[in-house]
């Protein structure tokens, strides 16, 4: 019975112990650790997104990018500079991983929706410029 005690604990701090180093690398956002800082410049990455209604239904994204590349390839694995994929939102909520310039959304909120795009690292970190998240924005519909 003791033994079972025993095994039961090492268990339990084994578990606690795996939530905590968890919670810890989830950095902003809920990505997988903290965000990569990036300095500002003619170097720095960016991005721009429109959004326009598809003649048979739901929305096209396109995703503009500069001195970053989409590399699906490389997706979850280790940083590598200038490189990585996107995460997109519709308000606020993760949609999909986006690893090229046009992504088809669907059927999006009545009233309109908040679209999102992030530039995020292949470890799916948060790229940041000056302390800014590489992001864009829209309002689409309503």
Known sequence: MHRFTFFAVCALLLT?????????????????GKAVMLPAGANAPGVEITVTKDAVGGWNLHIDVRNFRFAPEH????HVPGEGHGHLYVNGKKIARLYGPWFHIGK?????ADVRVTLNTNDHRDMM???????AMLKVGG
């Open 16 to 32: 606690l112990g795996q939530g905590s180093a968890i919670a810890q690398s989830h950095g902003q956002h809920g990505h997988h």
């Open 108 to 112: 999006l909120p009545a009233g309109g």
């Open 75 to 78: 997706a979850s694995a280790a």
């Open 129 to 135: 410029v000056g302390g800014k998240p590489v992001q």
